[in-house]
């Protein structure tokens, strides 16, 4: 078997994917290896930081915990999906985009003024009601307002420790563009 050296850095990061007690360098390269095949080699490795991803080659968001956001270069007011994408609604009202246009690039049941009843959020600034999201849906509409009115977006995420998480205890960083 060949034998490398890796900098004191890259040995730190495959220690924070180490299983105590359990896993040699080499388990851990495998493992890493597998993962970075199985998302179809559309992640890369941070400054030991995680994964990074652009907008369109993210895994299920669901299970997800936010670390940190910044839509438009302002942090996010809350650590949610829906509030992002509230954050994102606002950042394209606030470029000139006007609220039909923005009504009509989601991906969600929208209505123009305040409607509070049945789960609906009003975002002010853009004077219209959308539907609140579970999860994935709330990012799909993130990725169409950024990509549509070039809003940039910056999401630091970690997957929860369950089953169905799709990268279970792996940190991201999300970024557009």
Known sequence: MPEITVSDAAFAFLKSFAIPLEDTTTTVVDRLIAEYQKLGKKAS??????LHFDLHSVPSVKFTTINSAKVDGKPAGQ???NNILEDMIVACSKKGVAMKDIMDAMI???????????????????????????????YKNIVELAEKFEIPVE???????????ALPNKTALIVYP
């Not at 490795?45 to 995680?50: D, E, F, L, V, Y």
């Open 45 to 50: 490795a941070t400054n030991g930081k995680g």
């Open 79 to 81: 650590k949610y999906w």
């Open 108 to 138: 969600a049941n929208c209505q123009p003024g305040i409607h509070a009843e049945n789960g609906f959020r009003y975002v002010k600034a853009a004077n219209f009601s959308f539907q609140g999201l579970e999860a994935n849906r709330a």
């Open 155 to 165: 999401i630091s995420v970690i997957w929860q420790d369950k089953e169905d998480a």
